[in-house]
């Protein structure tokens, strides 16, 4: 590990100055579980590493407005609030699938959001695409755990949890600098390699996420997160769903239908959620339902098997919200 110089931030006006004085050679540390390992494996060599200790960061409050919930509450505490649990349940329940109880004590839901890629060739010593490489070493390599739907010319997959259930109860993200705050939605919070193969999402070097914002729940729905893993106990998603549906007169009035680990990015599944909206739920819908969700999937030498596993997510999904 490089040596770097180590900074505590109790507030967030001195989080942003000390950003804006490292120029761009600072990291921010919420929790560390992800930054830590990235140091440790010679990926990450920041000159500072800032410390966020801020407790106005670290809250679940609700309002006629929604929820507000502070980018360093633990992810133990978004998973077993009662309101959250009752209201938002998708949320809750993927909060609960992050990792193992002493990861969801220390790490923050801000930090799950801006965590960074886990593919083992990203991970290992190989100069590949988002190392400032020529190729994705997945394309011909081991990529069992890879992307099948939007890869390319990265086929990395994101790998938080509670991203695809924030994005499907449709969340929005507080971000702070020193020109201000602005909120963003949070489906147009991620990068693509697409766009830009350095980054996976749009934070600048002097801001910082502060918040995430929920909308009140439709009148009538219900929300669920699915996660299919090979290990019950702190392992990454090989496909999972969130999935919003309000059903009135067991009729779908609207879903929002969001995927994790099938994709560089959450994914969101518009043609599913299409052929669900204004129909009456049964077997056959909700398969239907699951045979779009993965429309137009590339996948590649050895994960194939992620189509099936999405398909049937999907539809269990869409009968369980029913």
Known sequence: MKNFRYQKASTVKEALAQLKAAGGAAKLMAGGTDLLGEMKDGIARPERVIHLRIPQLNHIQADSKGLRIGALTPLSQVAAHPQIKEGYTALAQAAEEMGSPQLRHIGTLGGNLCQRPRCWYYRGEFPCLKKGGESCYAVAGQNKY??????????????????????????????????????????????????????????????????????PPPEGSRSLYLKARERRCWDFALASVALVQTVKGGACQGARVVLGGVAPIPY?????????????????????????????????SQNSYKEELTRTLVRRAVLATT
């Open 268 to 300: 969101r599944a518009l043609k599913a959620e299409g052929v669900l909206k204004g129909k009456r739920i049964d077997e056959a819908l909700a398969t239907q339902a699951g045979q779009l969700a993965v429309f137009g999937a590339r996948p590649l």
């Open 146 to 215: 890879h992307a099948i739907l939007g890869g390319g010319p990265c086929f990395m997959v994101h790998p938080s949890d509670t991203a695809p259930a924030l994005i499907a109860l449709g969340a929005s993200v507080k971000i702070a600098s020193p020109r201000g705050e602005r909120v963003v939605p949070l489906e147009q919070f991620f990068i693509s390699p697409r766009q830009d193969g350095s980054r996976e999402h749009i934070l600048q070097p002097d801001e910082l996420l502060a918040e995430v914002q929920l909308p």
